[in-house]
């Protein structure tokens, strides 16, 4: 059994099970956050986790690996759907209902089903024969939900709405080798309604926006505001940081973007209460990780506390709140 070519990074996890049953589903899940394909594998690697994915897709479209499509991955609270399912986490380009993912992630979750499927003749559409997804909306369908399984949100209120949708894209492509625009949510669920998310452009994530936006003008740096956190984001978020030491602590470190053992050593314990530029660069880099530190406004308040904690506890850092040397280290890795 082969896996999908369209990985870049992989990072086996623990948490998986042998497969006893044939591929006949594919099951979208939700990261609830905005993940790298690399911090959702660091996410799935401790064994007292207990659960995986058998691939993951970033908002810039990557994708992961952390359990071969030979394993069953812990995914969707059911053993038997995750024996007969390949299972994908995709991540959220706003961390907030409904829960939307970028162009890049709705295209690269096309292609990766596409290529499951071309891989996999078991999955199959409402004939019983073509190959294809066909979304029912039970547990029948070979195009699934964990929410069938549990009581939970997931895939969230966006895919949710539009499980339907990618089942067109997907079988189009498959007849055609024609992809098929992300679709845009006019009516949203009725959870999405009680809890509306910031409006988001059609690329990026408006929070990483703001924070490329807010370094721009306040180190006069041209990098592009996209809204995507990628290895450009962290290195100006890192100068950005660097820069503030110096200023703030006379640390005289190289602004080169490069989070050495010197920038390290330089960096200083910010927690609640805390109020300035270095506060923002947390709170940036908490957007760019997928948590919600609840503001951009360079306040170390309650819901900042919140979002670093659960980023410690995420991460295998003692969860105390306080934004210390390790908690820069993995926030700018």
Known sequence: MSNSPFVVYTKLS??????????????????SGNLSIETCGNVFAPPSRKASSNYGIDTPGRVGMYVPESMRSWCSS???????????????????SPWPISDAAWNALVDLCVDIVRRNPGIVRADG????????????????????YSSTDCPGSW??????????????????????PKPVATTPSNSAAKQPAKPVS??????IRAFQKWMNSTYGWAMTEDGISGPDTRKHAVMALQTELNKQFGKGLAVDGAFGNKTYAACVSVKENARGNIT??????????????HGFDGIFGAGCAKAVRAFQTNNGLAPDAV????TFRKLMA
């Not at 539009?162 to 492509?173: G, S």
């Not at 934004?323 to 390790?326: I, T, W």
């Open 323 to 326: 934004a210390g040397k390790n």
């Open 159 to 180: 895919l949710d709405d539009h499980m339907k949708e990618l089942e067109t894209a997907v079988n189009k492509k498959l007849d055609t080798g024609a992809a098929t």
């Open 280 to 293: 923002r660069i947390i709170q940036g880099m908490l957007y760019c990780k997928g948590y919600d530190p």
């Open 202 to 207: 059609r690329s990026g994530n408006d929070n």
């Open 78 to 96: 059911s053993a038997w759907n995750d024996q007969r399912a390949v299972t994908i986490e995709v991540a959220n380009s706003v961390c907030a």
């Open 129 to 148: 024969k073509t190959p294809g997804l066909n979304y029912t909306g039970d547990k029948y369908g070979s195009l699934t939900k964990h929410k069938f």
């Open 14 to 31: 623990p948490n998986c099970s042998a497969r006893t049953e044939e591929i006949t589903k594919i099951t979208p899940h939700h990261m």
